[in-house]
């Protein structure tokens, strides 16, 4: 399944996606890559898109929080 990308504005993500029902988060970086997060309940994707600072949410709540691949 193809990960609709939503792009945010953010000195460290380029975009995010997510799929509700496998519980994926994509994250896509401006320097690192693509990551996709597994378990991430919606709620945390919610808090995610509507933080403040994109970078600052991740690092407090998904980084080192949930398991990860890097895609690219």
Known sequence: MQTHMIPVESSKIN???YEASPMILRVEFHKDGVFEYYG???LV???F???DSHGTYFTRSIKNRYRYVKLS
Do not use: C
């Open 15 to 17: 975009a995010i996606g």
């Open 40 to 42: 991430v309940p919606e």
């Open 45 to 47: 994707y919610n808090d």
């Open 49 to 51: 898109m509507a933080a």
